[in-house]
């Protein structure tokens, strides 16, 4: 789902032709745990690595979550960059951005790429909505180096937004508690209300009285974090999680508790960053190595 204007394909593919050529056999169209039980990978191979991420996405389940036009941003971005690799968007076969107003639920990398997504689309208006408070401009005491800097960022996305419309797209401390349709099924507006960080009744924040309001809305875009990886290869193979619901595995070592069994990348460690994945597929790689052959040269 990574858009092409932050990621050609072109050099994936370049990585897909030369590992091909050093004799790495890619089968496609299969889906491990419908097409092929989990368990035959086991019982066919010395070694099997599960890099299979963390794809199960946060839901927003209130009045109106049916509704058409309310998708998660993986649909939203998966659709897009297939059909622009398949047919430059002229297939039809995404969900389409233009003349709509659009709201991205939620930040972090993904509600980025919506943005952006949506502004080449051609959307009629984009916001974004976040029930954290602002982050500060700096960091704070409470968040030293060499902690990863919780301050408040600009990306591409959002500098795009403001050379489009103006401004900054991010609305902080809103609640969204229902969606409305047409007599279509379709969406049309989202009802937010402010929040105050106060623990009230439970909860770490509360809902501020009179603040409610209505926005017009034809796409909402889900972008509200991951609840870890799917459950089908996981669950089939019975293996152990940790208390995020990741696959558990020893730090450095990669091993479950099949002997045959590695995990890496965001299945172990949960939703991060591409340069993890390339740091844990080579670590990865070297335990299966040392498991194999009994000792590695692999760094």
């Given at each position: 789902?990574?858009?092409n ?25 299969t ?6 039980p ?22 927003l ?54 943005l ?16 954290i ?25 959002h ?111 949960g ?7 390339f ?11 040392r498991y ?8």
């Open positions: 789902g990574i858009p204007m932050k990621l050609d394909k072109e050099y994936v593919q370049r990585r897909i032709d030369l590992m091909t050529e050093e004799g790495v056999k890619f089968v496609l169209n889906e491990i745990g419908t097409d092929i989990a368990r035959k990978l086991v019982d066919d191979f010395d070694a099997v690595v599960l890099a299979i991420g963390a794809l199960k996405p946060r839901d389940p209130i009045e109106g979550r049916e509704l058409n036009g309310v998708c998660q941003a993986i649909e939203f971005l998966h659709a897009n960059t297939k059909s622009l690799l398949d047919s430059n968007l002229e297939d039809g076969n995404y969900i389409t951005a233009k003349d709509k107003n659009v709201i991205v639920l939620g930040q972090g990398d993904t509600g980025t790429d919506c952006a997504t949506s502004i080449r689309h051609g959307c009629k208006s984009l916001n974004q909505f976040d029930i408070p602002e982050p500060p401009v700096d960091r704070t005491p409470a968040n030293p180096w060499p902690q990863m800097p919780r301050i408040l960022k600009v990306d591409y996305g500098e795009e937004r403001d050379a489009k419309f103006g401004g900054d797209p991010r609305t902080y401390q809103l609640s969204t508690f229902k969606f409305v349709g047409d007599d279509n099924g379709n969406v049309k507006e989202l009802h937010t209300r402010e929040v105050e960080w106060v623990p009230t009744d439970g909860k770490p924040f509360r809902e501020v009285e009179g603040s409610e309001k209505v926005w017009p809305a034809d796409l909402v875009l889900l972008s509200m974090g991951w609840l870890g990886p799917e459950d089908t290869i996981l669950e089939q193979l019975d293996l152990e999680r940790d208390e995020r619901s990741n696959a558990k595995a020893e730090l450095e070592k990669y091993t479950t508790k099949h002997e045959k069994v590695f995990v890496a990348g965001d299945v172990r460690r939703m991060s960053l591409v340069v993890w994945a740091g844990e597929g080579r670590g990865a790689a070297r335990e299966v190595d194999l052959m009994g000792s590695t040269l692999l760094p």
